[in-house]
């Protein structure tokens, strides 16, 4: 079963360094989103791609934070410079055009961040 | 006010009770309305999704719309242990992104 992939799992970093999350999503899937969920939260969006396209990035710090997927298939979103509050699980979701519905975000396992 | 609510428990039930979880929305343009399990140190997974107001049913789970009270409801019949995990409920409207609840965290003692 196709799966979205994200690495890495955990990452521990101290503050003022740069950190680098990479997401693959399901083979085909045009749209893909990068969500932060908070223990104790749901997840809240910070950007959303159409094929390379961003769609939404209103709620990304664009001060510290930027995504990109350059060839419309993975993506790469990076936090320079880290900050405590930054510490939580960042998501990958795609979804699109291959099977089921496009309403149908498929997540991938996440990144768990903790910023010293 | 956040737009969708929901109470984050925990809540504990035995193996085999019916478990009723519940959300709010106050966005009354949301058309669409999801439910989805998450694991402990997983991503979300998609459980079922409704498009306005009724019911529907998948195997023991059952997803309720009330849009004119703007209630979301999920129920688990024949509750098992692996259903042991928190759930978020999620709504959106063609204009808008999906919002999330803070998410029920559910308990099944065995």
């Known amino acids: 079963e196709a799966e979205v992939a994200q690495s890495p799992r955990y990452k521990i970093t101290e503050k003022s360094q740069a950190v680098a999350f990479w997401c693959d999503p399901i083979?085909?899937?045009?749209?893909l989103y990068w969500y932060r969920q908070i223990l104790g939260q749901g997840p809240e969006l910070l950007v959303q791609?159409?094929?390379?396209?961003?769609?939404?990035d209103s709620q990304l710090p664009k001060d510290r934070f930027s995504a990109e997927r350059l060839k419309g298939v993975d993506s790469t979103l990076k936090i320079q410079p880290a900050e405590l509050g930054d510490s939580a699980m960042y998501l990958c979701?795609?979804?699109?055009?291959?099977?089921?519905?496009?309403?149908?975000?498929?997540f991938g396992p996440g990144t768990r961040l903790t910023v010293t | 006010q956040k737009e969708v609510e929901q109470d984050p428990g925990p809540l504990s039930v035995p193996e085999g009770a019916i478990v009723s979880l519940n959300c709010t929305y106050s966005?009354?343009?949301?058309?669409?309305f999801m439910w989805y399990r998450q694991y402990s140190r997983k991503g979300p997974e998609l459980l079922m999704y409704t498009y306005s107001s009724g019911n529907k049913e998948d195997g023991r789970f059952t997803a309720q719309v009330d849009k004119s009270s703007k209630y979301i409801s999920l129920f688990i019949r024949d509750s098992q242990p692996s259903d042991s995990a928190t759930y978020l409920c999620a709504s959106y409207s063609s204009a808008s992104k999906i919002i999330f609840g803070s998410g029920t965290r559910l308990s099944i003692r065995p």
């Open positions: 979701a795609s979804s699109g055009r291959t099977g089921g519905s496009v309403y149908e975000q498929y």
């Open positions: 083979s085909g899937h045009a749209t």
């Open positions: 966005n009354s343009a949301f058309q669409y």
């Open positions: 791609f159409q094929d390379e396209s961003v769609v939404d």
